[in-house]
């Protein structure tokens, strides 16, 4: 069954821009290195009269919105093995080195989930 890395982070309007660019490379890094599907979303629809709305979890400042976003592989063991290759790859290292984050890293919310009903 798939195993999925999921993450929801509260980002700056005025950054989404180099979120973007940021979200691209992270695609084609993880992507190379076997990820099967990489997402990444911008909250569009987020005051839901139901439930727990993702602003009311995530708590954006005034001038941030949401983003939702989820690596797919094809179990965890994989994921390990992706993610490790990942770590060493020399894009994201550069990357990492010359951006100045576009987000708070302390405020995002990250886990890994089995999938429990799929494709």
Known sequence: ??????????????????????????????????????????????????GCSFPSVMKPKKGETVAFSWIVFKSRAHRDRVNASVMKDPRLAKMMSSMKMPFDCKRMAYGGFKVLVGW
Do not use: Q, T
């Not at 180099?18 to 290195?33: K, S, T």
């Open 1 to 50: 069954m798939p195993y999925v890395d999921g993450f929801v982070i509260p980002i700056p309007k005025r950054n989404l821009k180099a979120y973007e660019r940021m979200a691209r490379l992270g695609a084609r890094v993880w992507r190379d290195h076997g990820a099967l599907a990489y997402r990444e979303c911008i909250g569009d629809d987020l005051d839901v009269n139901f």
